[in-house]
């Protein structure tokens, strides 16, 4: 069976100016808030990277998302899938949940949540075909 990589991490954040300063800050890291059709979604560059991602093997990227009012969610790590059909049905068929709609994200591809069976919550990503 081929494995599936982690590519990208998510952790929920109330105020992108305030921990996109502490991240920066702390660790260097570089953060670019997204535009409204990315729902203000807040990347995180953590690695030196270029259009194909991170340089150095085994490295990922990753953001903040808008923590949910009244809600405090976990961070989640997100998986990188060849077929995001299949891997829902495989996930279901373990006995995990899917736990959100499929979400397109522009330029970047097809996104799910789930809850695996330790109750973690994960997400899943078949990325679009970059121009090579």
Do not use: C
């Not at 997204?34 to 990922?60: C, F, H, N, V």
């Not at 989640?76 to 059909?85: A, F, P, Q, T, Y």
């Amino acid at each position: 069976m081929k494995m599936n990589p982690v590519v990208h991490f998510e952790m929920p954040a109330e105020d992108n100016e305030r921990v996109s300063k502490f991240y920066e800050n702390v660790f260097g890291w570089q953060m670019q808030i997204m535009g409204q059709e990315y729902g203000g979604y807040l990347l995180a560059t953590t690695t030196e990277s270029d259009d194909k991602g991170p340089k150095k093997p085994g490295a990922i990227n990753g953001g903040f998302f808008k923590k949910p009012e009244g809600e405090n969610p976990p961070p989640h790590v997100v998986i990188s899938v060849d077929n995001l059909e299949e891997s829902i049905k495989a996930v279901e068929g373990a006995g995990g949940k899917i736990t959100s709609e499929k979400l397109d994200i522009p330029n970047v591809g097809l996104f799910v949540t789930f809850k695996d069976t330790e109750g973690n919550n994960v997400g899943m990503l078949q990325a679009v075909e970059m121009p090579k």
